[in-house]
């Protein structure tokens, strides 16, 4: 059984994808179609000292040597190589390829991906029995992540109020400006006002939210689900239940045991009920779709 899972960038997705490494009997494949190329010790999370890339080069390097290719550039589909490709609806042959080589294995095979948002349909056309989870975490939180990076560096610079609601940079941490962008033209005909910073990743969000929940529907159907970073944090024993249903068998022990004594609750929003969230969720138009997440849009 192959299971997918799809999160925008800093939404949680590696600490979902820790918790599964400790199954035992399980094939993962952490971000395929990223550059790979150096180490990345810890992921997106930290919780883990290991380099999640390291299997995917191995495999990677299979795979070309066995075409009689080396250069594995085509391979890493989307930023900072090439933000436009995370927009492009299809996969080329070589990279539909690539993805079956690495998913079409005996057992349970789970990759985590950040760039496929506007690709589910040709995911699910190579995958049609796949189950999908599509994995949300609160704009705000998300923002926060972005502006400020790992660890938080930077909130001494940008977080007063002033900066943080209003500045207007061309900031392109994990792609946010050249994805922003593209965002802006799939909206055009909403004529939305120029975005701050913050709005830009906003606007990430809800696109990224409204195009993997629409597609997700109409390709897997019961087969996909939503996660939300929060109700992970707060009960991982119960989602990673709803997460190993989709493969029809129960979280092994270890997988729960870890994710038990290694998954931390969300840290306090910044800036939480200051007004200016919600002309921000105004301004860009996100409003409903946030209150659908399930989140506060104020």
């Not at 550039?73 to 609806?89: I, K, Q, S, T």
Request: with cysteine.
């Amino acid at each position: 059984m192959t299971l997918i899972l799809q999160g925008m960038r800093r939404s949680g997705t590696t600490i979902v994808y820790d918790a599964l490494a400790h199954d035992a009997a399980m094939t993962l494949w952490y971000e395929p179609l990223a550059a790979a190329v150096n180490a990345a010790v810890g992921g997106g999370s930290g919780a883990r000292e290991v380099d999640p890339f390291e299997g995917l080069r191995a495999a990677r390097a299979e795979f070309l040597a066995a075409r009689g290719l080396s250069d594995s550039a085509p391979l890493n589909f989307g930023g900072p190589r090439d933000a436009a490709l995370e927009f492009e609806r299809e996969f080329p042959p070589l990279v539909a390829e690539y993805l079956r080589f690495l998913l079409d294995r005996p057992g349970p095979v789970v990759a985590k991906f950040t760039r496929i948002y506007a690709k589910v349909p040709a995911v699910a056309a190579l995958f049609p029995q796949a189950g999908f989870v599509h994995l949300v975490r609160d704009p705000r939180a998300v923002v926060a992540s972005y502006l400020f990076g790992k660890g938080r560096q930077y909130e001494a610079r940008f977080g007063a109020p002033d900066v943080f609601f209003h500045a207007r940079t061309d900031r392109t941490a994990w792609s946010s400006h050249p994805i922003s962008e593209l965002v802006r033209r799939e909206y055009a005909h909403e004529s939305l006002p120029d975005p701050t910073d913050l709005e830009r990743i906003l606007l990430v969000w809800r696109f990224t939210y409204e195009r993997v929940k629409l597609d997700a529907a109409r390709s897997y159907g019961e087969r996909a689900i939503v996660m939300r970073h929060e109700d992970f944090c707060a009960d991982p024993a119960g989602e990673l239940a709803r997460l190993y249903a989709l493969l029809g068998c129960t979280a092994p022990a270890e997988v729960i045991t870890w994710a038990k004594a290694n998954v931390r609750p969300p840290g306090p929003l910044h800036a939480a009920g200051d007004p200016h969230w919600r002309k921000a969720f105004e301004r860009m138009q996100m409003v409903g779709l946030v209150e659908e997440a399930g989140y506060e849009a104020a």
